[in-house]
């Protein structure tokens, strides 16, 4: 089931977070509870995929772009990630989900999410990359338009090397995809 209690009180509460600034940080706070869990009694690993979604969701909504997005035709779209496991999320443990905009590249942004227990200890990474899909236009939009249209002054630094080889592999796995291989 996904997680769609949470998703609604994530946004009820987005103003008292108030709007997002690029640079900045989604913190959403859970705990791991009975249906997050798989038969070793810890968070599975596609609920910390439906977590990362709800993160990204904080982002979209304080920044303005769920409503720059309606008002234009536009929908935001994951288009693949990466997970590292580090430590366990065992059963009724409380943890925390921070959830950045790292940079961009054309089309491509990347996001993270660090799945946080104990203070300041990883227990996951999930790494993202997505883009904003103009439907008017059949075309996916440059990121630099989608943030200047938010009215944001921001360059994007330059992808890390780990950033750089997840957004080339991307690509090459998305070619793949679609010639039927």
């Keep these: ?15 008292k977070r108030g709007p997002y600034r690029m640079g900045g940080e989604s913190r959403l706070r859970f705990r791991c509870l ?3 869990i798989d038969f070793n009694l810890h968070l ?13 969701l904080d982002i979209f909504n304080r920044s303005g772009l769920i409503q ?18 580090v430590r366990e999320i065992r059963l009724w443990k ?8 790292e940079t ?10 660090r799945f946080v227990i104990d203070g300041d200890v990883t227990a996951a ?36 090397e780990a950033e750089a080889i997840f957004m080339a592999s991307h690509t090459g796995l998305r070619a793949i995809a679609k010639s039927g291989g």
Excluded: C, K
Aim: aromatic fraction near 8%; hydrophobic fraction near 45%.
């Design 34 to 36: 009975p249906s997050d």
């Design 94 to 101: 409380r943890f925390e989900l921070v959830s950045t905009l």
């Design 44 to 56: 599975n690993n596609a609920r910390y995929m439906m977590l990362a979604d709800v993160g990204r």
């Design 125 to 160: 990474i999930v790494l993202t990359t997505g883009g904003i899909y103009d439907a008017r236009g059949r075309a996916f939009v440059p990121i630099q338009d989608a943030v200047a249209a938010l009215g944001i002054d921001a360059t994007p630094r330059e992808p890390t």
């Design 1 to 15: 089931m996904y997680v769609w209690a949470r998703l609604a009180r994530t946004l009820a509460s987005s103003n």
């Design 104 to 113: 961009w590249a054309d089309t491509q942004i990347i996001g993270r999410h």
């Design 68 to 85: 720059l997005a309606r008002e234009r035709g536009w929908a935001p779209m994951l288009g693949s990630l990466q997970t590292v496991f």
